[in-house]
Nanobody, 122 residues
Framework: HVQLVESGGGSVQVGGSLRLSCAVSEVRHDSGCLSWFRQAPGKEREGVAAIDEDNSTIYAMSVKGRFTISKDNAKNTLYLQMNSLKPEDTAMYYC?????????????????WGQGTQVTVS
C-alpha cells in the first residue's frame, strides 16, 4: 500500500509563494503518475497538476504559469511550487498517486491519496 504524506502548507499573503512537498513511500506499477488536487470549502475536489514517469506534466488552466509540479525520484518526493498566490487558491491540497498510463486530472485516475495540507491565501 503506497503512503503519501504532504507538508509545506500554511498561510501566505496574496502574491506570495509556497512549496508543498509529498513524501511517497514507494513507487509501484500502479503509482507512476503523481498529482496534486485541492478542495475548497463547499466545492468539489479539483485536479491542479500531474506528472508522469517521463516527467510530462499537465496543469489546470487556473494555475498554469503560476504553479510548477516536479519530483525528486532519488528522494521519492513530489513538489508543488506555487507562486503569485490568489485568495481563490485557498484550499486543502492533496497529493495522489495512480497508474502511469492513465495520468489525467480526474479523481478516478488515482488509487492512493494523502491526508492533505491546508493552504490559506489572504
Amino acid at each position: 500500500h503506497v503512503q503519501l504524506v504532504e507538508s509545506g502548507g500554511g498561510s501566505v499573503q496574496v502574491g506570495g509563494s509556497l512549496r508543498l512537498s509529498c513524501a511517497v513511500s514507494e513507487v509501484r506499477h500502479d503509482s507512476g503518475c503523481l498529482s496534486w488536487f485541492r478542495q475548497a470549502p463547499g466545492k468539489e475536489r479539483e485536479g491542479v497538476a500531474a506528472i508522469d514517469e517521463d516527467n510530462s506534466t499537465i496543469y489546470a488552466m487556473s494555475v498554469k504559469g503560476r504553479f510548477t509540479i516536479s519530483k525528486d525520484n532519488a528522494k521519492n518526493t513530489l513538489y508543488l511550487q506555487m507562486n503569485s498566490l490568489k485568495p481563490e487558491d485557498t484550499a486543502m491540497y492533496y497529493c495522489a498517486a495512480g497508474r502511469s498510463w492513465y495520468c489525467i486530472l480526474r479523481d478516478d485516475a488515482f488509487n492512493y491519496w494523502g491526508q492533505g495540507t491546508q493552504v490559506t491565501v489572504s
